[in-house]
């Protein structure tokens, strides 16, 4: 599967599978969601839902862990057409950085003008609290300084330009905008912000890897969402990140506990009818700023 060839995939692949997928909806999405490991219910508040495998889905990336169902779902969330990614794909499946991107270009294609990507992080951060939300502020791209990144190989004009510029990869308007859902909801006790750092797993990181992370400046880790961040800035799209925090990553060597991907899952239920409020209400919020704006 992984050649280290972040260009298996074509400008025409992209635009057969997304030519694919209009074809069998009248919907046409202004907002995409990303559903992180066990957050595939944030697409339950959908209405007018058509579903879609990614197995029948041409090119499309098909996940192989627990907690990603791998279904693309369409609907409206009040009254803004959406497309929601029940699970996702990561580098320590075996795929390409194209392929776990693949979506975001097809996205684009779409016609989506903004993606909310979430995920289930630990965190590294002293002050966080397992079952906090982290509103992410900025990234870390661990395996892009190793050379595995997104956007290495050939650039494709028609996507964006050779050297993107990524320090505002996450909207300031967005991420304001939820804080705010965040507070109105009465959940400002455990909305944070913070940064992101992504490494390619599947382990979870050693207490020496994670006291690096903590000198580094880095609040939470995981090990996704920095591709796709990447591809969505460099195409031009609008980016906010919410980590769910489903674990504290030990950066003490008297602690015993030892984390493990059930727990992840667990606190990922918890907390997912929270998020699912808090991803709703950013959607029609922004839809009326983009009506407000025009």
């Not at 959908?46 to 041409?58: E, L, T």
């Not at 390619?200 to 969402?225: H, K, Q, W, Y």
């Not at 493990?260 to 029609?284: D, P, W």
């Amino acid at each position: 599967l992984h050649e280290n060839n972040n260009n298996c995939c074509s400008f025409e692949d992209y635009k057969l599978t997304t030519d694919w997928l209009l074809n069998r909806t009248n919907l046409r999405p202004k907002v995409a969601v990303i559903c992180g490991s066990g957050l595939g219910l944030l697409a339950d508040a959908v209405s007018n839902k058509v579903s879609f495998r990614y197995q029948d889905i041409p090119n499309f990336p098909v996940s192989t862990v627990p907690g990603h169902e791998g279904c693309l779902v369409f609907g409206t969330v009040d009254e803004t057409p959406c497309v929601f990614m029940q699970g996702r794909v990561h580098l320590y499946e075996g795929y390409s950085l194209c392929q776990v991107t693949f979506p975001i270009r097809m996205f684009k294609l779409m016609g989506v003008e903004s993606v909310i990507v979430t995920n289930a992080a630990g965190g590294i951060c002293p002050d966080f609290k397992v079952g906090d939300i982290m509103v992410i502020k900025d990234h870390i791209n661990l395996p892009g300084f190793a050379g595995e990144h997104p956007l290495c190989g050939p650039n494709d004009e028609r996507f964006g330009i050779r050297f993107p510029c990524m320090s505002d990869a996450y909207s300031k308007q967005m991420r304001r905008l939820a804080v705010d859902v965040g507070t109105d909801l009465g959940c400002s006790n455990f909305i944070r912000e913070g940064v992101y750092c992504m490494v390619s797993g599947p382990n979870f990181e050693t207490i020496a890897e994670a006291r690096m992370l903590l000198v580094l400046g880095c609040d939470a880790v995981g090990m996704s969402t920095v591709p796709e961040v990447t591809v969505a800035k460099h195409c031009g799209l609008r980016v906010l990140g919410l980590s769910l925090i489903t674990n504290k990553v030990s950066v003490d060597y008297s602690r015993e506990e030892k984390v493990n991907y059930e727990e992840v899952l667990q606190i990922s239920k918890m907390r997912a009818e929270v998020l699912q409020k808090i991803v709703t209400q950013l959607i029609s919020r922004l839809q009326q700023q983009s009506i407000n704006t025009h």
